[in-house]
C-alpha cells in the first residue's frame, strides 16, 4: 500500500514548525548587546571559564617511526576573568585555534607558548591555560621477525599563563606494557598468571626536552615485564612470554622502577607513576601511585639510544634489543 504525504512544508507544519516572526533586534554586530563584556559587581572571580573537547587535526613530531605524523587532539582552552566582568566570549578561543589550525599546528613547546600569549592578548585576560590530549603513534617491530606494526599512547600537555607573564608547562604519557605476577610465579609449579598494564607518567619540568614523549615511554616499557606489540609471530610470542616470565613485575614494583628512571632525568623536577593492572584471574584492577618532587639535582646519566624496548632487561637471559633511530 503505497502513502499519500503531505508536502515537505506541510510536514514541517505538522511537527511544530512556524512561519519567521518579526525581527526587531539589530543585526549588525556593532549595534548588538554584549552581555559578556558588561561591567558591575559580580560578586567573584571565576578560576577559569573556556571550551573544552574541542576536536581539531594537528601535527606531531616524533624521534622514532614515524617521525612526523597528522593526529586528531582533544583541547581544553579557559581563562580567568575577575568578578567586574560579567564572562567571556566563546568564540575567541574557537577564532584562535582555528587561526593556528589553518597554519598548521603542531604539538611542541614553543607553539603552544606562542599560542597561549595570543590566546591571552584576544581575550584580554592574563591567565590562561591550554590542555590538549592526542594519540601519539610509534612503530614497534617483532623481537624475532622484525615485522612492524603501529602502536600508541596517550600524551597530554598543559600550558599555564599567570599574570606575570610566565609560562609553565607540564607533560603526560600514558601507555600500556604487559606484568607477570610475581607471586604467581612463586607459587605456581608452571606458569604465572600476566595482564596489560597502564603506566601513566605526569611529570613538572624544567623545560620539555625534546625527544620527552620517547624519553617517558622507555622509562615505562624497559622497567615492565615485556612490551605490548602489534603484530607477533610465533617466533616473536616465544621470546615475549619468556621475558615476561623472567621480569616479574608487580604494580608496586613499577612505579618504583619507572620513578627511579624519573629521578635521574636532569629536565624532571618532580613527578607522578601510576600504574593500573587489567588483571586476568580477577573482576578487579590492581593500581599503585607514587609521587616524588625532587629537592636537590642529581646527575644525568648518558640514555643510549639504540636498546628502546627492553623486553628484556639486565635480568634477562635473552640478550637482544630493539633498533630505534632519534
Known amino acids: ?4 504525504l503531505p508536502s515537505k512544508q506541510e510536514r514541517h507544519k505538522l511537527f511544530g514548525s512556524v512561519q519567521p516572526g518579526e525581527k526587531l533586534k539589530p543585526a549588525i554586530k556593532d549595534e548588538m548587546v554584549d552581555l559578556q563584556s558588561q561591567k558591575n559587581d559580580f560578586l567573584f572571580n571565576i578560576d577559569s571559564v573556556g571550551i573544552s573537547n574541542v576536536k581539531i587535526p594537528v601535527t606531531i613530531n ?27 566570549n ?3 578561543f574557537i577564532e584562535q585555534l582555528e587561526e593556528y589550525r589553518l597554519r598548521g599546528f603542531t604539538m611542541e613547546q614553543e607553539q603552544l607558548y606562542q599560542f597561549v600569549s595570543d590566546l591571552s592578548a584576544r581575550l584580554g585576560q592574563k591567565n590562561v591555560r591550554v590542555e590538549v590530549e592526542f ?25 599555564q599563563q599567570d599574570s606575570d607573564k610566565n609560562y609553565k608547562i607540564s607533560g603526560e604519557l600514558s601507555c600500556a606494557v604487559t606484568t607477570l605476577c610475581p607471586c604467581s610465579k612463586e607459587i605456581s ?5 600476566n595482564q596489560r598494564g597502564i603506566v601513566k607518567i605526569s611529570v613538572d619540568p624544567t623545560v620539555l626536552s625534546e625527544d620527552w614523549k620517547e624519553q617517558l615511554l622507555y622509562a615505562a616499557e624497559s622497567n615492565a615485564s615485556a612490551c605490548i606489540h602489534p603484530l607477533l609471530k610465533r617466533t616473536d610470542e616465544k621470546i615475549v612470554t619468556e621475558t615476561a616470565y623472567e621480569n616479574p613485575r608487580f604494580v608496586e614494583d613499577m612505579v618504583r622502577l619507572v620513578a627511579a628512571d624519573l629521578y ?19 573482576l578487579h584492577d590492581a593500581i599503585a601511585t607514587l609521587t616524588y618532587k625532587k629537592k636537590i639535582k ?7 639510544k ?21
Not at 624521534?63 to 580567568?80: M, N, R
Not at 594519540?135 to 600550558?159: C, D, I, Q
Not at 636532569?266 to 600504574?275: A, R
Open 306 to 326: 639504540s636498546g628502546w624496548c627492553h623486553l628484556v632487561n639486565k635480568f634477562s637471559a635473552i640478550d637482544f634489543f630493539y633498533e630505534i633511530f632519534f
Open 90 to 92: 566563546m568564540s575567541r
Open 135 to 159: 594519540p601519539w603513534f610509534y612503530e614497534r617491530k617483532g623481537p624475532s621477525s622484525e615485522l612492524s606494526g603501529l602502536n600508541h599512547a596517550t600524551v597530554r600537555m598543559t600550558v
Open 62 to 88: 616524533s624521534f622514532i617511526e614515524p617521525v612526523k605524523q597528522g593526529t586528531i587532539a582533544a583541547f581544553t582552552l579557559t581563562s580567568s576573568i575577575p568578578g567586574n566582568q560579567k564572562g567571556t
Open 298 to 304: 642529581v646527575e644525568q646519566p648518558d640514555i643510549k
Open 189 to 193: 609449579e608452571y606458569s604465572a598468571h
Open 264 to 282: 635521574e632525568k636532569e629536565w624532571i623536577n618532580g613527578f607522578t607513576v601510576e600504574c593500573r593492572n587489567e588483571e586476568s584471574i580477577h
Open 1 to 4: 500500500m503505497n502513502l499519500k
